[in-house]
């Protein structure tokens, strides 16, 4: 094909959401399946990346020395069947576009992240996990099949009987396995748009754990926001948010006339780039003080998106790191060795100066199939560190190595910075990955500034 006929590229600087790092790119937008194939055959380049919202913190849906497919116009919904909650939607629907249509009518999407505005596609290529992991698993357990796109133009129907070693290469496999095209998952079946809250201050470590393991099993949803700049006894000064979807019976009499009305609230924007020191350690311990004392121990009624997507309230908001950029660090702890980990991973960063911004702490249940897939059974905890150069990187390489000497590991969908030799210690079926991916993209078609950086894909 000649490459007049490609649909049209730019090149420019781009960024996932931690702003961090920024990398110059070939960017193509398929409009349809046959501009996608066009693509992925013929643009003259090594390789591709694919990308949906850009949402991912790192360089995951980067591509430095190739180009990056952008996916967001293949956002259809295909067909919903009521009464299996079965959705069939193309890759780039948004989370926030599917509650935003069938929340209404009783659904809720069943494993969401902290913000709604990733698609489907990436949630499936990060398996995803929420604030119900340890009740409901990731991503992959609600996904009935999905279609792929391989390196070599083929479409591939994958679910957990047919090619299933490609169904859980995929998930997890952050986009390496092909591009993503349509998939169809279970939806959630809810009485009513709202979240019966119980939210609880804790003043240390041990008791944070301690609650979560007594409490864990009562509530769907379950997740800690942490003071990570609390120091000595206060090490581990939180408040633990949980939550199940409120029931008709729930309702004051006022909210059970519309109990499924999707609240349209104002929102704000961060309008520009914050000076880099408007986020400085007194700062964030004042940030983390407010919110402590915002929250004493009650518990309320509250809306889905109030309980989820606080921060989706505020466009932009990641400008509010200034123009360095944040590092999100997410690491997950056998339940074994997650009290000791966790003390040393905060001591650590305490030790270093290494203020996080927002520091929130879950537990996560079994681990699925996925050779790539993060969630295991322990506790995860991410933090959002304001870049700050070579000192936070060389910190975090010592995280890396306490969350690898408790048997722990590290997001993808965060990761930034992790060097090869610790990410294969982290993850011992890479040699499952890549002999899956060999057989889907003999010809490496799809890569990113991540696999090189991490050995999954070898850069030439």
Known sequence: MSEDLLPRSVRRPISGWGRQPT?????YRPEDLDDARAIVAHAPCPDLTPRGLGRSYGDASLNDRGAVLLSDRLDRMIAFDRETGVLRCQAAVSLADIIRHFLPRGFFFPVTPGTKNITVGGAIAAD??????????????????????????QVLECSREENADAFWATTGGMGLTGLILDAELRMKPVETA??????ERIQDLDRLLARMDESDEDFDYAVAWVDSLATGRSLGRSVLMRANHASLGDLPSRLRGDPLAVKEKARIAVPFTLPDFTLNPLSMRLFNTAFYLRHPTARKLTDCDAFFYPLDSIQHWNRGYGSRGVLQYQCVIPEASAATGIQRLLEELTRSGCGSFLTVLKSLGPASEGPLSFPMQGKTLALDLPYTGPPLLETLHRVDEIVLEHGGRVYLAKDSCMAREAFERMYPRLPEFKRVKARLDPDGRFSSSQARRLGIVEAD
Do not use: P, Q
């Open 194 to 199: 709202y979240m019966n809250a119980d939210y």
């Open 23 to 27: 990398e110059t790119c070939e960017l």
């Open 128 to 153: 995803v996990h929420g604030k119900n992991h340890h009740t409901n698993g990731s991503m992959s357990a609600w996904i009935e099949r999905f279609s792929l796109l391989t390196g070599r133009g």
